[in-house]
């Protein structure tokens, strides 16, 4: 579905209203999506296409994902969140995960970065360069 210039800038204009301090508030956006489904107006369907994409894409940059070999203690937890917190900006929400698969080290999501420092990515990227 292609959308139209004036169904993006409309979308924006709704998203940037729909944040509160720079985060995006649940409640506006929850309060605003009938409120657009009642008045109808022209486009509303791209309208709300698009302005679903941006609130995913805004939902995408504040969600971390931090996977270890082994559970990192509440130390180094906390510690990873304080770094991607001042990094990232207020509101990220860190989600920790466990994956043996790594073997060791860390690997970090955040929204499209990925920071890959397990020790699998370590021999893969050996195991391509013979």
Avoid: N
Wanted: glycine share 6%.
């Amino acid at each position: 579905m292609k959308i139209s210039r004036q169904a993006r800038r409309e979308a924006k204009q709704l998203f940037v209203s729909c944040r509160t301090d720079g985060l995006l508030d649940e409640t506006k956006v929850r309060q605003l999506v009938p409120h657009v489904i009642a008045a109808k107006p022209r486009g509303y369907l791209a309208i709300l296409s698009h302005f679903q994409r941006l609130v995913r894409l805004d939902l995408a940059r504040r969600s971390a994902r931090v996977e270890s070999a082994t559970p990192l203690s509440p130390d180094l937890q906390g510690q990873a969140q304080t770094r991607l917190s001042q990094r990232y900006g207020p509101g990220l929400i860190v989600q920790f995960a466990q994956d043996p698969a790594l073997i060791g080290g860390l690997r970090i999501q955040v929204g499209s970065d990925v920071y890959d420092g397990s020790i699998q990515a370590r021999l893969r990227a050996l195991a391509e360069s013979l």
